[in-house]
Every structure is written in structure tokens, then in C-alpha cells.
């Protein structure tokens, strides 16, 4: 068929071909997605597997979460620091940190990592089990791949990282109060009090939000992936490599989205 | 007559234009065994996924025990029926042996754990495996033990009809008649009907009731497995004695 398109009409062809693919593309995606989150508001069979995976994600995740939040805590209090000098206003190092750490760059960086560390080995496992028939064997033993793998992986995503923005916020603000109060010479008592008077609930829960958002996204590009990786080891490393990369730009994405709404509802 | 328990009419797969089944026809009875041969990229496996539900058919029926299986209930209420022995053996790699075994019963019908555990290691015995592996994990075992393993988890809550797909591949001669025989006795020991693809004429002669060869998407000759030397088919015979020259051109 493609050898009777005369040339001139070929980049129409490529242009129709592309958005044909990206409308099926998103229409598998949307059909994956309904379905995970239909198997997730079944009873929860799999107990025992999403207690697993809540260990497996949020807990293994501690270590990354809390090192990223207190570098950025501190590198953070620093910029502010030097920025806020051109306008004299140092002062706000406390309440701009708690703020910036909280609404955006706790729920933001944590995700992030997560997308590495978890979508990436989401998406790894569950291609392995595909290539090597470990989802065919679920389906002849009378088990639903979105119960007993997508469903408790979801969960787990969105149930542990808003526990891990929540920590990853206390520990990004202590960074901050480490250089401030060591490097910057604020007193220690002020800084803590002008944290706590300037952070208000709606900011905590709002990157809270986020978190759980985050958190479904991180799980389903994992398993979405990893369900349609083919090829053996190479289409593995490709479902993994797509599920860091899709998980990242939709995190920026749904940020962005949310971010919006707040600002006009007020949180 | 008897019912067949499993029967394929006209079945028809196609991968874009690639047509893989052309009207393929099977049926096989309660505790009989049959065996499908054919070379590489016939689709012996598209069959096998087929009749699993793992692919949906383009065309075609699909029976089992008289019920058509267009529904998913009527599909579950086969699954929970049959047990299915991986090429690879397909176990999963986070669970122990023991888990793998009693998968089924540990997710559906509320077995205790300690129960289960137990009726894995009765099973394990079965397929000559003792419970010193209960507690592995699949990457701690050999090919052949994991194919055993594979085996016991496939006759665990004793089927009616056992899919084998390839049981011997991968294996040395001597652990893969180790296979077939445990396969004979297992199958024949449940009463269960059988249906195995393979290209080792060694394990069809021996698991197989029944022979039949598949070529270009249909069945061309079926009949009982001592006769399959004496088919008149030249395309069975060339399958048969391994020879590049005849009819079939070698997959390369």
C-alpha cells in the first residue's frame, strides 16, 4: 500500500501514521489504568502482597528520599540566602524553605526518585515475568495479573509516598536549619519558630496530594511497561528505561495540574 | 461415543498478515493422551495459548467438556480444571518451591498456609523431589528439577486435562526421560487427559496416546503413536527421521 503514495503525500502518511499510534497508545494506557484501578477497589485479596510491596516501595525507599530532602533542604536554605540578600530580605530563608519544601520540591523529588528506583524495577520485574511466561502461568493458575501484581503495586505507591513526603518534609526543613543556623548564623530557636508559624496545614497537605498522585503514576508506568515488554532482555531494559522517563514527564505534568488547581481553590 | 473433554474446530490465528492457524481441528478424551508435533513457528504454542485462553482466536470454536469457552466464566471454570507445564517452567521467581506448587490453592480457596505447605511437599514426593527444596527458591535449582517442579505445580489440585508445552526441551537425554516418565505416571495416575506440543519424537512416542502433526496451521495426520513410523505421510516421515530433503523446507 505505501509503495502507491506518491512522494510528495509522504509526510502526511508519517504525520497520520504517528498520531494513529499516540491515539492507540493512550487508548491502551487509559484501558490499562481502568482496569489496575478496578482491580485495586476489589477486596483486597493480595493482602499479603501489598503489605510486601508498601515494604519493597516505601520503606527500601527511605534512605534515598531522606538523603535527597536534605541536600535539597540545605541547598536550598543557601540560595535563598544569597538571593534574598540582593533585596535584604534574608530573613525569609525559614518560611521560603518550608515553603518551597513542602508544596513542591518534597512531593516533586520524591516522586522522582521513586521513578527510578521503583517504576524503573516495577517495570523490570514484571517484563522478566512476561518474557519468561511467569503472567501466562498467573492466568492457567486462575489468578488475575491486575490483582495479584498491578493492584497491590498501586496501592502500596500511592499508600507510602505521601508517608515519605511527609518525612522527606521534615527532613528537607532540617537541612535547611543545619546550614542556616551553622553557616548562616540564624539562631536556631528563630528559625524553628518562623517555620512553624509561616507553614500552614493546606501547604503539608497539598504536597501530600501530590504524593499519592504521584505515587499511582510511579506504580502504573511501571506495570503498564512492563506488561508490554517483548524481546527478552532488551525489550526489559527498554520497558524500563520508558517507565523512568514517562514516569518523570507525567510527574511534571500532573504537578503542574494540581499546582493549578490549588492555587484557584486556595490550598 | 465419549465427549472429548477438550475439542478445537476450525480454529484461526493470524498475526497481521502472518496466518499462523488455518482451520485447526483437535479433540482429545478423558484420560487420553495426545501428542502435537511440528517443526519451529508452526504454531504448535499459538494452539496451546489458544485453547488456555491466553490468545483469543481469530475464528473458531473452542469446547471444553461440551461448554463453549467465549466466556469468561465458562474460561475460569476450565482453568480451574486444568494444570499447565511451562517450556521454561514459568515459576515464579519471589515465592518459594513450596509456594509455586500450592499457588492455586493458596489464593482462591483459603487453605491455611501450614496446609498448603504440606499438600506442596505430598506433590513435591510425587514428582521425586524431596522437601529439603520446599523452602528454595526456582534460581536454586537445575533445569530438570525446576521442569519436576513445574510438573507438580500443574498436578497439584488434580486436574482433568494437563497442558504440556515442550516438557522436554532444554533437558539432557537421560533427565528428560526422567520427565517423560514422571509425566506417564502422573497423567495416567490422575486419569487426566493430556495435550503436549513437542518436537522431541522420543518424549511424543512415549507421553503420546495419540500422535498428530501440525503443518502450515492445520493437522495433516493424526493417529495412535506406535504408528506414526508406518504413517505413509511424507511429511510426517520426513518430521519423523529428522531429514532436511522432503517436503517440509527447514525453518532457517
Known amino acids: ?267 | 461415543m465419549t465427549q472429548p473433554l477438550l475439542q478445537m474446530t476450525n480454529v484461526h490465528k493470524a498475526f497481521g498478515p502472518k496466518k499462523i492457524l488455518q482451520g485447526l481441528d483437535i479433540d482429545v478424551a478423558p484420560g487420553k493422551s495426545l501428542v502435537i508435533i511440528g517443526g519451529s513457528g508452526t504454531g504448535k504454542s499459538v494452539s496451546l495459548k489458544c485453547a488456555l485462553g491466553l490468545m483469543k482466536p481469530d475464528d473458531g470454536e473452542i469446547l471444553f467438556d461440551g461448554e463453549k469457552l467465549n466466556k469468561k466464566k465458562a474460561r475460569e471454570a476450565m482453568l480451574a480444571r486444568t494444570g499447565m507445564l511451562f517450556q521454561g517452567g514459568a515459576l515464579f521467581d519471589s515465592l518459594p518451591i513450596w509456594q509455586n506448587v500450592s499457588f492455586k490453592l493458596l489464593g482462591k480457596s483459603g487453605t491455611s498456609k501450614a496446609d498448603a505447605k504440606d499438600h506442596a511437599i505430598e506433590t513435591l514426593k510425587k514428582v521425586r523431589l524431596g522437601s529439603e527444596v520446599a523452602d528454595l527458591y526456582p534460581a536454586e535449582l537445575s533445569g530438570g528439577m525446576q521442569k519436576r517442579v513445574g510438573l507438580a505445580r500443574a498436578i497439584a489440585t488434580r486436574p482433568d486435562l494437563i497442558f504440556f508445552d515442550e516438557p522436554t526441551t532444554g533437558l539432557d537425554p537421560i533427565t528428560a526421560d526422567a520427565i517423560n516418565d514422571l509425566i506417564v505416571e502422573q497423567v495416567k495416575g490422575l486419569g487426566a487427559a493430556s495435550v503436549s506440543i513437542t518436537h522431541d519424537m522420543p518424549s511424543a512416542r512415549k507421553i503420546g496416546d495419540e500422535i498428530a502433526m501440525l503443518y502450515e496451521g492445520k493437522i495433516i495426520w493424526r493417529g495412535p503413536a506406535d504408528t506414526v513410523d508406518d504413517s505413509g505421510n511424507e511429511y510426517v516421515d520426513q518430521f519423523v527421521h529428522g531429514r532436511a530433503e522432503g517436503p517440509i523446507q527447514p525453518a532457517m
Not at chain 1, 497508545?25 to 493482602?47: C, S, Y
Not at chain 1, 515494604?55 to 535563598?80: E, K, M, Q, W
Not at chain 1, 517555620?195 to 506495570?223: H, N, P, R
Request: glycine fraction near 12%; charge should be positive; hydrophobic fraction near 50%.
Open chain 1, 1 to 267: 500500500m505505501a509503495d502507491t503514495i506518491p512522494v510528495v503525500f509522504r509526510p502526511f502518511q508519517w504525520v497520520g501514521a504517528a498520531v494513529l499510534g499516540l491515539l492507540g497508545e493512550a487508548g491502551r494506557l487509559a484501558t490499562f489504568i481502568t482496569r489496575v484501578k478496578l482491580a485495586a477497589l476489589t477486596p483486597w485479596v493480595f493482602f499479603g502482597e501489598t503489605l510486601k510491596q508498601c515494604i519493597r516501595i516505601g520503606y527500601f525507599s527511605l534512605p534515598v528520599v531522606g538523603l535527597t530532602a536534605i541536600f535539597t533542604g540545605a541547598a536550598l536554605a543557601l540560595n535563598i540566602f544569597v538571593g534574598g540578600s540582593r533585596f535584604n530580605a534574608e530573613q525569609f530563608v525559614p518560611n521560603i524553605v518550608v515553603l518551597g519544601i513542602t508544596r513542591e520540591l518534597g512531593p516533586v523529588l520524591a516522586a522522582l526518585m521513586l521513578a527510578g528506583r521503583v517504576s524503573a524495577g516495577i517495570a523490570a520485574e514484571v517484563g522478566t515475568m512476561k518474557v519468561t511466561e511467569q503472567i501466562d502461568a498467573l492466568h492457567t493458575l486462575s489468578t488475575s495479573p491486575f490483582q495479584y501484581l498491578y493492584a497491590p503495586r498501586f496501592w502500596a505507591a500511592v499508600l507510602t509516598l505521601p508517608i515519605l513526603v511527609l518525612i522527606a518534609d521534615i527532613i528537607g526543613v532540617y537541612g535547611g536549619y543545619l546550614v542556616a543556623t551553622g553557616t548562616l548564623d540564624f539562631n536556631g530557636n528563630l528559625y524553628i519558630k518562623n517555620t512553624m508559624d509561616y507553614v500552614t496545614g493546606g501547604d503539608v497537605i497539598g504536597g501530600l496530594i501530590k504524593a499519592a498522585v504521584f505515587g499511582g503514576v510511579v506504580a502504573l508506568m511501571g506495570c503498564y511497561h512492563g506488561q508490554n515488554s517483548q524481546g527478552g532482555a532488551s525489550g526489559v531494559g527498554r520497558a524500563a528505561t520508558l517507565a523512568v522517563v514517562s514516569s518523570a514527564v507525567l510527574i511534571f505534568f500532573s504537578n503542574f495540574l494540581m499546582t493549578t488547581l490549588f492555587t484557584r481553590i486556595g490550598l
